[in-house]
Every structure is written in C-alpha cells, then in structure tokens.
C-alpha cells in the first residue's frame, strides 16, 4: 500500500484519505467474495518466494517491536489452550529426541552441566537461612523420594516461590516446599503466581 501511495497524484491520494472507510468497507466485502481464491493466491505466491515473505516479516518486527509484542500476548490470551495441547503433544512427539539432544550435549561439555549443577546448588544454599529447620527439609526430600518409589512416578521437592525469579526470591525453607509429580514440576518451571 505505501508503494502504491507513492505512484499516486496528490489528488488521488487526498481522495484515498478520505474515502479510507469506504475503501475498506469494499476492500473486507471483495475479500469475503473470493476468499477462496485470494487464500489460494497468497499461498502460492509465498511457495513460490518463502524467503522473500519471511524477509519482509522480520523488518516489520525489528521495525514494531512493542506492536508485536502486543499481537503475541493477545495471541496467546485468546488460544492458550490451543497453545497448551499443542505443546503437551510437541512434548510427547519429540521427547526422546529432546533427551537423547540434552545427553549427548551433556556428554560432550560435561564441565558445563557441572557448571549448573553447582549454580543451583549455591543458590539453594544462599536461600537457605540460618534458621530454616534442616531436618523437616531432609524429611520433605524424603517423602519425595518414598512417593516415586511407592507410585513409580517420579516426585520432586518444589519452591512454591521459586529460588530465582525476576519478581522474587523464595527461600529454601520447609514452609516454601511442596511435594509434587516431577512433569508437573518441570513444566511449571520458574513461573510463579500462574
């Protein structure tokens, strides 16, 4: 459209400005007559150059950052549950491979995963007051451990409010654990408050 402007004379552009209404009342109406068509069109046109579309795309991006923010959040508010089957079967799809990715890259930087592991074990171990009561700590990992074996699903020890957060930092206190599945732990990740 705003290469089609610039062809126009300035009195074909005053017109277009102020019969905006009308040319997007016949302009939804046209679409509505030959949907079909015109989908059909768009498809083959984005076949026929696909990098030419996904080039244009990311300019407009770069370009409205805040706008596409906004689209994506609304997105997401209008087919969250959409969003959340889809990602449920994603998971159960390809979560051999994902393992199988998450081992192997284990395997090849193992200074890095003991990186981590140390990472998470410092900052438990900054959450944890002088105060907190370590043996009613020991007896929740405990029950953890008893729930995986007698149900053969495994359990974890969850932060209600997570130990690291942009929000808040939870401490590593009996009060601030729970015993729950290990999937639904790993799917509710660092969020808190949802």
């Known amino acids: 459209m705003a290469d089609e402007d610039s062809k126009l004379r300035p009195s074909q552009k005053a017109w277009r400005e102020a019969n905006k209404d009308r040319l997007k009342a016949y302009a939804a109406a046209y679409y509505a007559a030959n ?3 015109l989908d059909r069109a768009n498809v083959e046109r984005y076949r026929a150059n696909p990098d030419a579309y996904k080039e244009r795309a990311r300019k407009w991006e770069k370009k409205n950052i805040e ?16 969003i959340k089957e889809f990602s449920r079967v994603d998971w159960q799809k390809h979560n051999a491979k994902r393992r199988a990715a998450k081992a192997t890259h284990r395997a090849k930087f193992p200074e890095l995963a003991a990186h981590y592991v140390r990472l998470r074990q410092t900052r438990k171990k900054q959450a944890t007051p002088v105060w907190a009561d370590l043996a009613a700590i020991k007896a929740i990992y405990k029950q953890a451990a008893e729930l995986s074996k007698q149900t053969g699903v495994k359990h974890h020890v969850d932060h209600e409010i997570p130990l690291k957060h942009p929000l808040v930092c939870g ?14 732990n790993q799917s509710k990740g660092n969020k808190f408050g949802d």
């Open 35 to 37: 949907k079909e068509r």
């Open 171 to 184: 401490l590593h206190v009996p009060a601030n654990l729970r015993v729950i599945r290990g999937a639904e």
């Open 67 to 82: 706008r596409k923010r906004e689209l994506r959040a609304e997105y997401r508010a209008k087919y969250r549950d959409r």
